[in-house]
């Protein structure tokens, strides 16, 4: 389906405005929402493809600037090494309250949007992952995807380097889906089996999903792209969306004008 042109927003969090991007189909009536999380590298045009991939088939698709406390809104890091410097020297700025307090106001938000079914999921890529699984235990997420979610295993977000996130595991009440790649250096195999470990131990419901990629294997630009496995990864997430968060109204007409559907 067709999409409005993306709009920006301004989300008030305890830590100043956080810019957010708002990506939805252009028929109106109410569909599920997604609170989608970027790299490090924030809201580059990768991750804007992936919302609208997203909001294509049939979802309200936010999408926040992580470092929004640091830097102007806007700004976006290059896929380089002066940009991954500058994206892993904030990822362990900022306080983990703070990335929890931006979860929360988002999830209002989309909760709240008049687009919005209130049925809401969460996915988030590299950090973007380990920020899905977070934002995973607030109770108005019903799935989460979690791309190969960095730090997890070595509690290595936030400010300090002590996150709690595999502790508060059990808090974790929808569904969710891991993806990896075993060839990615940053979450290797002993680390993935920690995970695992620390989902089976707090009975969560989840599936798991290895395949054989690089890290950023999702990412459609760069050498480690691998079109093939992140189309079927794309598929692998919509479906669990779609079981866990419906599809929204099927058909609407727009108000004075002529029927739409969402074809």
Not at 96 to 119: N, P, S, W
Not at 150 to 167: E, F, P, Q, Y
Not at 211 to 240: I, S, T
Request: charged fraction near 20%; aromatic fraction near 10%.
């Amino acid at each position: 389906m067709t999409l409005q042109e993306a709009e920006s927003i301004d989300l008030s969090t305890p830590s100043g405005p956080m810019r957010t991007y708002l990506f939805r189909p252009a028929a109106p009536g109410k569909y599920p929402g997604i609170l989608l999380y970027s790299e490090i590298f924030q809201v580059t045009a990768p991750i804007r493809r992936t919302a609208a991939l997203l909001a294509g088939h049939g979802f309200i698709v936010a999408v926040p600037e992580i470092y929004h406390e640091f830097e102007a809104a806007g700004a976006v890091f290059a896929y380089d090494q002066t940009g991954a410097d500058r994206g892993n020297a904030l990822k362990t700025a900022k306080k983990l309250a703070a990335y929890d307090a931006d979860a929360r106001a988002v999830l209002g938000f989309l909760q709240g949007h008049a687009h919005c079914t209130g049925k809401l999921g969460v996915m988030g890529i590299c950090i973007g992952g380990h920020l899905a699984f977070r934002a995973a235990m607030n109770p108005t997420a019903l799935a989460g995807v979690c791309f190969y979610a960095t730090d997890l295993h070595k509690r290595g977000l936030g400010k300090g380097l002590n996150d709690d996130s595999l502790a508060r595991t059990a808090e974790i009440k929808g569904e969710l889906m891991m993806i990896w790649g075993r060839q990615d250096p940053h979450v290797p195999l002993e680390g993935r089996a920690k995970v695992h470990a620390a989902l089976a131990a707090a009975g969560t419901n989840f599936t798991w999903h290895e395949f054989n990629g690089a890290h950023a294997f999702l990412r459609d630009e760069g050498f480690r792209y691998d079109p093939e496995l992140a189309l079927a990864c794309y598929q692998l997430a919509l479906g669990l969306f779609r079981r866990k968060l419906g599809e929204g109204d099927l058909s609407v007409s727009a108000s004075g004008g002529p029927s739409e559907t969402k074809h």
